[in-house]
Structures are given as structure tokens and as C-alpha cells.
């Protein structure tokens, strides 16, 4: 596992929404809003290196001159549909944000991920983007949603989540190696189902309320 590629986000405000969000008996309602606020913890740590530019402004007492963003065009892309889970925390934060979407199936005979699903803002070869989705199980889909995202030519890409799995992230990396990985957790194993153990089961599901 490439460490040096992932940052684990360990503020205690994360590990402990993170912690809540696993119980099985939290209520979608209540896994909702704990993903909107952990995800807006997500954004402050993978924005934390934009450049600032200073420009003089006049406060009610002198003038002076202080920061601001320097221009980056974001584009926060969802991997549907657990990724919009993140993606609405995230807009609160960065409210000047584009958004993309991407859709992947996995094909029942092949095992391959297949695209249903693409839509990006039009100047996307002149954006930084963020792409979201809540668990990076086997890292098949994720890594196939970053080779799509590539053959379009943004400026850099990196990657949200909330857990890893070891092996998902072995898979990610071999494969975009250049994409570093944000997650509040790297949990310990997939299991032969591809869930992440011990993980928070089905993350469409328990925002949803689809099960
Ligand atoms: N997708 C999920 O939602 N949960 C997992 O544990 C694995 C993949």
C-alpha cells in the first residue's frame, strides 16, 4: 500500500461522526446529516493546500491587504450514487464548486465495471477535481471513474472517502498511482462479498434508507 499517497483525516470530530455513521441502529436521517458534516471536515483538509492571492480591501476601520483563493476552478465529481452523500457537505463548504457525475455498473458476466452514467462542466480541462464517493471497496470502480475522468484532461484529480479497504487502495494506487487518497479510515479487510469489515455496510443504502 502506497501510504505516502493517502492522507488518514484522524481529527477527533471525524473519527467520532465516523463512529456514529458505523452503528447499524443510526437511522438514515440521522447517517445523512453526519455525512454532510463529516464531508465538510473532508473538504476543509483536501483544500487546505489552494494558493492564496492577497488583494486590498478596506475594512471598516483602514485598508489592508489580505488573502484569498487564487482562482482554482474546482469540480466536485460524485460517483452515483453513494458519492452524492459527500458531494452535498462538500458544496456547502465550497459553494463555487462545479459538479460532475459519473455512473458505473459492475457487469454481472464480465466483473467490469460499465458506464452509464457521464456528465462534467464544459471547461473541465481547466479544473481541479475532487471526486467523492463514501467507500473504496475493491477499488475496481473507483479506479475505472478516475481512468474516465483522465481521458477528459483535468488539471489533477484527487480522491475523497470515507473508509478504505487495504486492497482497494493497493488496486487504486497500481493503477493511478498520481491520485492522492483522502479517508477518515483504512479499515481492515474486504470481506468475499466486497463489503469492508468491519465498515458501515451499504453506503447508498444507509443514506438512502434503500434496505
Ligand atoms: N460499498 C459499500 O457501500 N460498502 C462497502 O462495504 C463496500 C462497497
Known sequence: MNTSKCTVITHPLVQHKLTIMRMQETPSSEFRRLLRETSMLLAYEVTRDLPLTMVDINTPITTMKAPVI????????????????I???MLELIPSARV????????PETLTPVEYYFKMPPDISQRDIIVVDPMLAT?????A???RIKSVSPLSIKFVCLIA??????????????VHV??????EKLNDHGYIVPGLGDAGDRIYGTK
Open 70 to 85: 487564487d482562482g482554482k476552478k474546482i469540480t466536485i465529481v460524485s460517483i452515483l450514487r453513494a458519492g452524492n452523500g
Open 87 to 89: 458531494l452535498d457537505g
Open 100 to 107: 460532475g457525475h459519473i455512473g458505473l455498473y459492475r457487469d
Open 139 to 143: 477499488g475496481n470502480s473507483a479506479a
Open 145 to 147: 471513474a478516475i481512468s
Open 165 to 178: 479497504s487495504p486492497e482497494g487502495l493497493s488496486i487504486f494506487h497500481q493503477e493511478h498511482p498520481d
Open 182 to 187: 483522502f479517508t477518515a479510515a483504512i479499515d
